[in-house]
């Protein structure tokens, strides 16, 4: 079936440090990979995505990775701030459902000063 | 815009209660879905919807039903409410051909 493994569950770094978070999905078929960062009580929130036709995007501080060939993506964020600390989900949509999406089980990032 | 909107924010049940978590959007999005948080286990899809009169099951659909009369809005039922069920509970939306999704603001439920 469809699956999203996320690792790892749990990332610890001092302030100024770089952080990646990596994700393996199941279905080849899938396309669109998207990152969400979910702040303490507070809704998910798109922070970056990718699609297959592409291999990395960045946006300032985050840049994501996508390698079609051994089904993996992987979210890097440099120069990490406190304001990082969150957990972070990545995505991959499925192709047996319009929009659809699978999500990993989530990296709790802790940014310490 | 609102953008997407759940009510209510916290609700506590007792076992065997119904109750129905609402959730609008009003940015005209064809795709609507309901999702739930468990701590470690991520976001699990357990309804959508692709359109007005049209839904499907999700990967833990059981003890929930859904409709969609209208595209604005797309109600969760929980028909007899357990313990398992005591969770947070995320809807989302997305436009058509578009996968970005927005999610609402949550709503914490808490079955005894």
């Known amino acids: 079936g469809e699956n999203v493994e996320q690792h790892p569950s749990t990332l610890s770094v001092q302030e100024g440090d770089s952080a990646v978070i990596k994700c393996t999905y199941s279905?080849?078929?899938?396309?669109?990979f998207p990152w969400y960062k979910q702040e303490l009580g507070k809704r998910p929130q798109l922070i970056i995505d990718i699609r297959s036709n592409v291999g990395e995007k960045k946006d300032q501080r985050i840049a994501v990775t996508l390698n079609k060939t051994a089904k993996h993506f992987s979210l890097h964020i440099t120069e990490t701030q406190p304001e990082d600390s969150a957990v972070y989900f990545c995505?991959?949509?499925?192709?047996?459902?319009?929009?659809?999406?699978?999500f990993g089980a989530g990296t709790r990032l802790a940014v310490h000063p | 815009n609102a953008g997407v909107t759940q009510t209510p924010k916290f609700q506590v049940l007792k076992t065997g209660q119904s109750m129905t978590l609402q959730c609008a959007q009003d940015m005209n999005h064809e795709y609507m879905s309901w999702y739930r948080q468990d701590p470690g286990m991520g976001l699990r899809l357990i309804h959508y919807?692709?359109?007005?009169?049209?839904?499907d099951q999700g990967e833990v659909p059981n003890g929930y039903n859904v409709s969609r009369s209208t595209t604005e809005d797309f109600p969760l039922r929980l028909l007899s409410a357990a313990p398992s069920q005591t969770s947070v509970y995320f809807c989302?939306?997305?436009?058509?051909?578009?996968?970005?999704?927005?999610f609402g603001p949550g709503t914490r439920l808490t079955v005894t």
């Open positions: 279905d080849s078929a899938s396309n669109y």
């Open positions: 989302a939306s997305g436009g058509r051909g578009k996968y970005e999704q927005y």
């Open positions: 919807s692709v359109g007005a009169g049209i839904t």
């Open positions: 995505a991959a949509s499925s192709p047996r459902g319009y929009n659809k999406l699978i």
